[in-house]
């Protein structure tokens, strides 16, 4: 096995296309953009926003909110929030409940529910000369189906309380459509629409933009150098594709809250499309730091195929990502649960892939200790320890947040792991950066480009 320097020539005179003019103009360019961003956050907020359909047996999940009140001073007047239901029921009986998410999650029956909820809303469609106390007032009746529209006025006794929209039929199957919209009191776009643990989601990824909209330049800089010179890998070409996803990631879920700010429901495809690129960047992140703790490249071309150690690195590797890809299918297709910029949920659904990030994360430090005390890596041994540490701080930090946090403190969660992110990302550019490139992949594969003539070896 023969490993040799592979070094990069220094750079050239700037040519026209990198001149002070052509920089100065890209840098206009990122202005231009960043207007454009900020003149999408001065539209006026709506409320979060459901709608769907009601076809259970005798009640049914709408969705949860917490309604969030501005401080005030002794005295002063504090507006009501609101929740605003549209329904249309086909059959009479049903009822629109407003109960304590903590009364869904003990499994109380139906009729309990009914007996403690904050607010029983009747819709009576065919109940003819049926007593219709507390009725929501009628929009609009036919044969067939029956509409009610209905504003609830919530007080600010209701601050910091999980409630829960439901619709009941107690011992019938029910069959109801529904639109709801939930508004805070005296909001701005920033949080008039945002639950408790969403408070802060948007202002927070408008900052994270704009850091990802400063720092993009200097990746695609020292890609398009290592482009230029012809010394990408495997592995920088991997970590520049991935840091391109995450890039457009966080910034296609800033338009989602932004949008979402607006409406109260965002766009669901485009927030499928940033959970599916998460997976992407993260995935081949984590193939990035695998191999590197393995030390291919900076002591060896390669992991000898059929040994152990590549046979584990596979089935590491595959199971990160079967496990990622599941939970990042079900996290897209669940229409109302919390607004996430990754494909990671609270819950079981997302524990194959916190179990699976961890076993990773813990077979990286091993790996990257045990390569470090071997004497054929030491000239790299501040290397391989520096990628060791990065690997397991940043795959361990999201399975001990979701173990030692809770849901109401999710949005801080969201944007510490991305922070760890481009942190991470912007620790393998230092190493990865074209005037080191050169000393820290030193043991390259043969390629015909660098042996035109190896067949004959």
Aim: net charge neutral; glycine share 6%; hydrophobic share 50%.
């Amino acid at each position: 096995q023969v490993c040799w320097f592979k070094g990069l020539a220094p750079s050239r005179t700037q040519k026209a296309l990198h001149t002070w003019h052509e920089r100065a103009m890209l840098v206009a360019r990122w202005k231009l953009f960043g207007i454009l961003l900020a003149s999408l956050c001065t539209h006026d907020a709506v409320a979060k926003m459901v709608m769907g359909i009601a076809d259970g047996e005798d009640y049914q999940l709408v969705t949860t909110f917490c309604f969030t009140f501005p401080r005030v001073t002794p005295g002063q007047h504090v507006a009501n929030a609101h929740i605003h239901s549209q329904t249309i029921v086909a059959a009479d009986g049903h009822k629109f409940l407003v109960v304590n998410q903590t009364d869904l999650s003990k499994g109380l029956s139906c009729e309990q529910l009914v007996k403690g909820a904050k607010v029983i809303e009747w819709a009576l469609a065919f109940a003819e000369g049926t007593a219709n106390a507390h009725q929501e007032p009628l929009v609009e009746k036919t044969r067939e189906v029956v509409a009610y529209d209905l504003t609830l006025n919530v007080e600010p006794s209701m601050n910091g309380q999980n409630i829960a929209a439901v619709v009941a039929r107690c011992g019938q199957k029910i069959n109801a459509e529904y639109i709801v919209e939930f508004t805070n009191p005296d909001g701005t776009f920033l949080d008039k629409q945002f639950a408790c643990a969403e408070q802060g989601f948007l202002s927070s990824y408008l900052w994270l933009s704009l850091l990802a909209l400063v720092l993009a330049p200097s990746f695609f800089s020292a890609m398009r150098t290592l482009q230029r010179r012809q010394a990408h890998n495997d592995i920088s070409a991997m970590f520049f594709t991935s840091t391109g996803f995450f890039i457009v990631r966080v910034w296609l879920f800033t338009v989602h809250l932004l949008v979402y700010s607006r409406n109260g429901m965002g766009l669901g495809m485009l927030l499928f499309v940033a959970q599916f690129l998460d997976f992407m960047a993260t995935t081949m992140a984590t193939v990035v730091l695998l191999a590197l703790v393995h030390g291919v490249y900076l002591v060896r071309p390669s992991i000898p195929v059929g040994c152990a150690e590549r046979t584990a690195l596979m089935r590491v590797s595959a199971s990160f990502a079967a496990t990622f890809l599941l939970s990042t299918l079900f996290c897209g297709f669940k229409v109302d649960g919390p607004i996430s910029p990754f494909g990671v949920m609270r819950g079981s659904a997302a524990m194959p892939y916190v179990v699976s990030r961890t076993m990773t994360g813990f077979f990286c430090l091993q790996q990257g200790m045990k390569l470090a005390q071997e004497s054929d890596a030491a000239q790299k041994k501040p290397y391989i320890l520096r990628f060791t540490a990065v690997a397991a701080a940043w795959l361990l930090l999201m399975p001990a947040m979701l173990l030692f946090t809770g849901a109401e403190s999710w949005h801080r969660e969201a944007v510490v792991m991305d922070l760890a992110s481009v942190a991470m990302y912007c620790v393998l550019l230092w190493d990865f950066w074209p005037t080191r490139f050169g000393a820290l992949f030193t043991c390259i594969k043969p390629t015909e480009r660098m042996h035109p003539y190896a067949e004959f070896s």
